[in-house]
């Protein structure tokens, strides 16, 4: 172990202390010689550490007492501003916003950088694909998959999602190329040109764009940060106008990484019965929780309305291409319309995968996975309340992201040039909304290791937001 | 060498010679003697060649005189079946051909079977991929391809169709997944719902099977199973009706493998500009040439109407699901396209797909791949010809498969039934048309290898399709 990464680690575990409010605001750090005698450390790496914490303005030093915590977790102003509810409209999007998205999909402020280490996660993933690839036999690569894909790999995912609260057979899956296909073949399946597609606000900027290419038309519904879309909302909104189907992440929307209480899933449930709505379940973070992994909202689908859209794109690889879908009572079209715009899935991929699965891989992957962004989402939240000004974070349970509201003066499409000139991506509020809502709002993620390069990125954002 | 092989190496030939008239019908065939001599054989080898070659009814035994040539390929009798010209109607595909589409995928007699050997092509293709696996690097696998695909392989495709008389550079170029992808993203690019479509007939299902799924009408062109679609039909078609889009395979079109002439290929740009088409080239077969590669239709491209979808399925590996498309006027909106829907491509895949390109691997296994097609072809037609009745045979130059006219009693669509329950695929002539024409048609592929259980199932057909 080489002594950055000593520091490294007492850094991170002082920091989740004072986030879990073990010293509270005001309160000393244990001494620099208790801390080296209890984490067998010497005095510079200790040193080391309480200076880059100061830094950051999270402790502070006092002459010949020691550190004090300046920072107090209870005092991160929760965001408070609100979508507005807007008769439903086709979805426009700009070039502009079309560019931010291709870029904001790395979920990276320095998109250009990708030069870590490869995650072992990955190494042995590969591994499995390469054996597959090996074990091929026969005239199988002049075979076409079935369309709802390799059978061993749906086991797999419904093994997968029975330990999360929903018992599903493999024959409701069919395998897609990722999430966004399959949100693709969901709105494909359950409505037409013209129809009504409610979705969260802020929400998924990818969404939106499907809307847009699908001639649909969007209706905002106000989203908490904490809970999710708002049913009081929603229900407003359906009495107001037809709406054909409802896209939700219960588990953790982005941007705010919002989950979903049991009893505002039933309530969803039953206005979908009342309304007759399709429930689109965008379920991409569902495997990103920080804590326990919440049950997806299609558990409780006793109505076989509800449509579960997932990929691996965000718990394990996003060069996977990788994602499934369960129609419910569309699921018939769906197959139809797999097999007709793409025919298959590549079949030794699916094989690598189910065997990743099945020895057990990918769980410890998520355990390692878990830890990692724990760590990665508690020092943005600690950088982001050293910011000047008036600066509102999201505290998510899960997803790779905070949502983060700034004064009103503050534009962030603007800042988005400005910090793009830098090398850094930031990804603006407007794009998580069809009305271009949330100017000075912005998605900032902890999917990736808050290395040098990136601390340093996130140190000139309050500048070149000019929030300073 | 095994005896088998050598048998089978004999029969080959003498077969190609017999199609290539170097024995004309009624020829003596050289003796038993002077073929052990001249290909250093037993006895019991040319014997034994001899016998499977009149067993097929292609040859016949005299007493004392020798062996004889009983077929002459100037017999082939051409279909001559022609798809009338009918008015657009929306596409409505009935339950049992959406079954047929999905087993006639196969191009196999026996799709079951594939048990074959993995081609000497794959297993260096698959080498490739696991290679470009063991080199992911960083983070990777933590972000998403660009939609238009890794450039490395867009350069090789770019390179591999100059060669094809083509010049195009890698920006005129995005990857898909397979060419169903590319031709479902050309129609949603170039046409909206309630268009009309001009589509060869008979032609690829799958194109009718888009055309439904997005709401889009299909007008029948007739197409010779010689030289493609017909361009006095599609004047008259385009003078009747107002038609958005045209889809064409110049280079060997499925079922019959026709080529267009070039006079023909100027002739449909010229009508094409006079009526505002977009013209969608399916060139998956491209690459199937038995002879000289031909060019794509979009190398005489002048005015940027030509969409090219392509893709390594029939060329390569149907497990791959890489396939290409270059969108002309339409490039930006199918780049859009391509984001919305499905984000990105593998780029693990492509790279590995690249490499294999790039160190000449991809251009041996073709010209392998000819060879095996060509005897492939040939096997297929002489058996063909000692079929009982009337039986008309399309001699394809390329693609898989040769179409089949049959007396017009045959129900295909009946026999396809009845086949299933042998565990045999045959693939109705009604699935190549929107209004069910040709009725005593069938498709047969030659991609596979006639070993001796395809050789058992074809010899089955006619007592299957109640021609004896």
Chains 1, 2 share one sequence.
Not at 84 to 101: G, Q
Not at 140 to 165: I, N, T, W
Not at 260 to 277: G, I, Q, T, V, Y
């Amino acid at each position: 172990m080489t002594d950055e990464y000593r520091y490294q680690q007492l850094e991170g575990w002082l920091l989740k202390g004072i986030l879990d409010q073990r010293w509270r605001l005001g309160e000393r750090l244990p001494s620099i010689r208790t801390l080296c005698a209890e984490q067998k450390l010497s005095k510079a790496t200790v040193q080391h550490a309480l200076q880059r914490l100061e830094a950051q303005g999270l402790i502070e030093a006092r002459p010949k007492a020691g550190y004090f915590v300046s920072l107090q977790p209870d005092g991160v102003k929760k965001p408070v501003s609100r979508a507005r509810i807007e008769a439903p409209r086709p979805v426009n999007v700009s070039d502009l916003l079309l560019d931010i998205m291709g870029r904001s999909a790395a979920f990276d402020l320095l998109p250009d950088l990708h030069r870590g280490d490869l995650p072992p996660g990955i190494v042995t993933l590969n591994r499995s694909i390469g054996r597959a690839l090996r074990r091929q036999k026969g005239e199988d690569s002049q075979y076409y998959d079935k369309p709802a894909g390799f059978v061993g790999l749906r086991e797999q995912l419904a093994l997968h999602h029975a330990r999360r609260g929903w018992a599903v057979s493999p024959e409701q899956l069919c395998i897609t190329s990722g999430c966004q296909h399959a949100l693709f073949l969901a709105l494909m399946a359950s409505c037409e040109r013209g129809d009504v597609v409610a979705v969260e606000s802020p929400g998924f900027y990818g969404v939106l764009q499907l809307l847009e290419q699908l001639g649909l038309k969007a209706v905002e519904v106000p989203t908490s940060l904490e809970t999710g879309m708002d049913m009081d909302s929603l229900e407003e909104v359906l009495e107001r106008w037809k709406v054909r189907a409802c896209i939700v992440s219960p588990s953790f929307s982005t941007p705010g990484g919002a989950l979903m209480p049991e009893p505002d899933k039933k309530r969803l449930l039953s206005l979908a019965e009342r309304h007759d709505l399709a429930v689109i379940e965008d379920d991409i973070y569902g495997d990103t929780a920080l804590g326990r992994s919440p049950d997806p909202l299609k558990a409780l689908d006793g109505e076989d309305r509800v449509i579960l859209c997932s990929s691996f794109s965000k718990s394990l690889s996003r060069d996977l291409r990788l994602g499934w879908i369960s129609g419910a009572r569309w699921h018939d079209r769906i197959l139809h319309l797999k097999l007709v715009t793409q025919l298959a899935s590549s079949r030794y991929l699916q094989q690598g995968v189910a065997d990743y699965m099945a020895d057990g891989s990918f769980t410890s992957h998520l355990r390692r996975q878990r830890h990692e962004l724990s760590a990665n989402r508690d020092r943005l939240i600690a950088s982001l309340h050293t910011w000047p000004g008036e600066v509102r974070v999201s505290t998510p349970q899960g997803g790779l992201t905070v949502w983060v509201e700034l004064p009103e003066t503050v534009d962030t499409l603007a800042a988005y040039t400005n910090a793009l000139k830098h090398g850094i991506i930031i990804t603006p509020g407007p794009l998580f909304s069809v009305s271009g809502q949330f100017e000075n709002c912005v998605r900032i993620s902890f999917a990736h290791p808050w290395n040098e390069s990136r601390m340093d990125a996130l140190r000139q954002l309050p500048g070149l937001l000019h929030i300073e």
